[in-house]
């Protein structure tokens, strides 16, 4: 009876491995990477670009003689643009405008690649549409404050989205990417000629800039969030998770 007694007590509390479950897909972990690379190739080529000229406006023309809506205060890498240095960053124009070109269009079908096989396998709406319980204030702040405490992660959340990725990725996929894409193919004369009305809706070429600028600016802001989110959440597992497509077995005693 002792035997046997202590045969059960050593298998009851011995650890089991729970399954590994798939966290990410093939298709979500290759386009997240490539739009990391291409949207870190246009942030970089984007700044050169600005640095050109500095100044922004709303219409359809802005030049040096026109006041601008807004100027950041940096020299620029023109001599003809008033900005109040008395010297010039280097011109970085040529290859920074061809980097941009082709980063955007390797952003865009990838974005392109994404939604059709998101909408194709209902990636949308099984991953990132949030649940009943998840629409609600409290929900979010719930979230926030377990990250904030550096709370461990639920098994549910591990293996999904919690109820702020959900509205963060929807709102960047939906509203900021086809935002940015719009604003910067405005920016385009020959799209310009081709599709007048599709600048027109946006106030102007130089409206479109500007916007485009706006627009970038809140998808670092998300970019900067998400990466603080993720380190709060367990950087090498997440990493490991978009890598391998698999999160972490988590070990538990029967």
Known sequence: MILCYSARVSTATSPVLKPVRARHSAVVRVTHWLTVFAFFALLISGGEIVISHPRFYWGETGNVNMHPLFTIPIPSSRGT?????????????????????EAAWALLLTGLVYGIVSLWTGHFWKDLVPKRGERTWRAHWAVIARYLRRA???????HSYNAVQRVSYLAVIFVLFPMVIWTGLALSPAFNAAFPWFVDVLGGRQSARTLHFFITGFLVAFLVVHVGMVILGGFKSRMRAMITGRAAARRERL
């Open 81 to 101: 643009v008033p900005t109040g240095y008395g010297f010039e960053m280097p011109d970085q124009n040529g290859w920074s405008r061809y980097l941009h070109f």
């Open 152 to 158: 461990p992660q639920d098994d549910a959340e591990a």
